[in-house]
């Protein structure tokens, strides 16, 4: 564990040519100025684009980043002093296809340009167990990233609140998305569909949850539709009474 406190990080973060911290003011309501211009003017090619939500201390961004140097890897998170962990290792190993952004995901939509990104993954993201307007996976959320993901765009959802899988299952399932591949537990279950580095790279909170004994479940899917999301007709309230009194699989975070 690190002994280095938040102000140095801070500072280091600042040296760091793989995150970019843009202020409130240059991507709130208003188009930052790489907006559309990723491949251009950062990444220098023409390779994909995937992006991490919430991304913590980086770790899947770094790792994928290293098992496909033929793509680009674009993490996001709000906490300096997390991304520093991932920005740091990127810096030493010289990975030139991967960057970090500072900032929250409420202003996601000013970052990227139409048809800019090419698959998202979400991992381990808070739950919000009575707050579903505030999910990555919920309707608001994914409006926003249809405006920037490819329409062959892949969201990745990889999460040990069984919550948030079943409620983003019903979303896109009510809503007619295309499902590429679900899971339940990951760990004991084999799905040719499962993407390489399913099992093979885990966060800090999956080695945590593991530990516990938590499945760690999975989705996959896509947006191909113009119409209007709509949340699903799944009373989340009423999930977490069953689940909280032993009737209902899996664990309420």
């Known amino acids: ?21 843009p202020k409130m003011e240059e991507v709130f309501r208003k188009d930052w100025s790489l907006k559309g211009k990723w491949h251009q003017e950062v990444f220098n090619n023409s390779n994909p684009i995937t992006l991490e939500l919430g991304c913590g201390k980086g770790e899947y961004t770094v790792s994928l980043a290293k098992l496909y140097p033929q793509r680009n890897f674009i993490g996001i998170d709000i906490k300096g002093a997390r991304l520093w962990t991932g920005a740091r290792q990127a810096e030493e190993l010289g990975l030139e296809n991967v960057r970090f952004i500072r900032t929250s995901i409420d202003f996601i939509e000013w970052i990227f340009g139409a048809d800019e990104i090419d698959e998202i993954w979400i991992t381990f993201a808070d739950p919000q167990l009575r707050s579903p307007r505030k999910r990555l996976t919920g309707t608001m959320f994914l409006e926003r990233y249809r405006r920037f993901l490819k329409a062959s765009g892949k969201i990745h959802l990889k999460t040990d609140s069984r919550l948030l899988h079943e409620y983003t299952y019903e979303l896109v399932r009510q809503n007619s998305l295309e499902i590429l591949c679900r899971s339940t537990d990951i760990y004991k279950e084999e799905n040719p569909a499962f993407p390489p580095e399913l099992k093979t790279v885990q966060t800090f909170y999956e080695q945590y949850f593991l530990k516990m004994g938590l499945a760690i479940t999975y989705l996959c899917f896509r947006l191909k539709t113009t119409a209007p999301f709509k949340e699903p007709e799944w009373d989340s309230a009423l999930w977490l009474e069953k689940e909280s009194q032993g009737r209902t699989p899996g664990r309420i975070r």
Not at 1 to 21: A, D, P, V, W, Y
């Open 1 to 21: 564990m690190s002994t280095i406190g938040k102000l140095e990080k801070f500072r280091q973060n600042s040296t760091f040519k793989c995150l970019l911290q």
